[in-house]
């Protein structure tokens, strides 16, 4: 999906992977993607994947906050996310961090080659 997207791609893109209505495949068709435009991945545990993304930026939402904020019926995969702090360390991947403990209140780390220092 990304490699179209990509310098050597067709320039399309898929608008959905997963159909969450139905749970199912999206079976989306590709779609040009707009001269100069910018793609959107979300999504949570991506980096360490390998994936060729030109700017990441991780929202960190520390262990105890997500905790707090997870509903009962979700409780079962918060020690993917501890897990996935611990081995794949996506604050280090980032070339952005939002810290979102605090969803009013966000604040930005920028590094790697956005850093201010």
Sequence with gaps: MLDRCGPRGTGEHLPALWDLERDR???????????????????SLLQGLGLAFDVVVHLRISPAARRRRA?????????????????????????????ADHADRPALVLQ??????
């Design 112 to 117: 790697g080659r956005w850093s201010l220092s």
């Design 71 to 99: 509903p009962a019926d979700r409780v079962w995969e918060l020690p993917a996310f501890d897990r996935y702090d611990e081995e794949v360390d996506p604050v280090a991947l980032a070339d952005a961090v939002v810290l």
């Design 25 to 43: 495949a999206a079976r989306a068709e590709y779609r040009p993607s707009p001269a100069g435009g910018v793609l959107l991945v979300p999504g």
